[in-house]
T-cell receptor, first 114, second 114 residues
Framework: AQSVAQPEDQVNVAEGNPLTVKCTYSVSGNPYLFWYVQYPNRGLQFLLK??????LVKGSYGFEAEFNKSQTSFHLKKPSALVSDSALYFC????????????FGTGTKLQVIP | DAGVIQSPRHEVTEMGQEVTLRCKPI?????LFWYRQTMMRGLELLIY????????DSGMPEDRFSAKMPNASFSTLKIQPSEPRDSAVYFCASSIWDMKETQYFGPGTRLLVL
């Protein structure tokens, strides 16, 4: 069975500071990993994904994530946070050998403080 | 493209009534997903279709819930009879089978059962 964990319900960061939102996963095979963002009263929007290749993945709005196989992690990062980054962030995983069923984490609320 | 379209955006109904939620996926997408989001349970996958055929409905909570996809451009999620604990935001998402496997989410239907 596949699973994903987001250990922090909320992350607070000052505007201009770097941010990290943590994600760890568990799959039996090779993982496909995703980050989505949800703004208030909106559906989830795709940010970035790791399928294969370079461990550092760059995505929308200046976000990036690093795939670490030994630590089974896929943390989301941004060098300088903006107030407009405040939202709910979801990590998701899918075993590369499975069907198109993706497992989402519980979400981490990011609050960027002006 | 208009993206995934869901209707209605908001629904208020009384316990015992039938509720029908509608979704139009992005043209050309061959996977369709129904999710439910609540504060208590987070984002839950209810059911997903591939080429209009239900593949996995293990997330459907009870027999009161049913979903259909009569053609590639339309799907419904029905709750009959509705109960207050069904109150949630219901999302529809679609994707195409390719290397990206990104899911595109609709804006959601906010359901309140009184």
């Amino acid at each position: 069975a596949q699973s994903v964990a987001q250990p922090e319900d909320q992350v607070n960061v000052a505007e201009g500071n770097p941010l990290t939102v943590k994600c760890t996963y568990s799959v039996s095979g090779n993982p496909y990993l995703f980050w989505y963002v949800q703004y208030p009263n909106r559906g989830l929007q795709f940010l970035l994904k790791y399928i294969t290749g370079d461990n550092l993945v760059k995505g929308s709005y200046g976000f990036e994530a690093e795939f670490n196989k030994s630590q089974t992690s896929f943390h989301l990062k941004k060098p300088s946070a903006l107030v407009s980054d405040s939202a709910l962030y979801f990590c998701a995983v899918r075993d590369s050998g499975g069907y198109q069923k993706v497992t989402f984490g519980t979400g981490t609320k990011l609050q960027v403080i002006p | 493209d208009a993206g995934v379209i869901q209707s209605p955006r908001h629904e208020v109904t009384e316990m015992g009534q039938e509720v029908t939620l509608r979704c139009k996926p992005i043209s050309g997408h061959d996977y369709l997903f129904w999710y439910r989001q609540t504060m208590m349970r987070g984002l839950e996958l209810l059911i997903y279709f591939n080429n209009n055929v239900p593949i996995d409905d293990s997330g459907m909570p009870e027999d009161r819930f049913s979903a259909k996809m009569p053609n590639a451009s339309f799907s419904t999620l029905k709750i009959q009879p509705s109960e207050p604990r069904d109150s949630a935001v219901y999302f529809c998402a679609s994707s195409i089978w390719d290397m990206k496997e990104t899911q595109y989410f609709g804006p959601g239907t906010r359901l309140l059962v009184l």
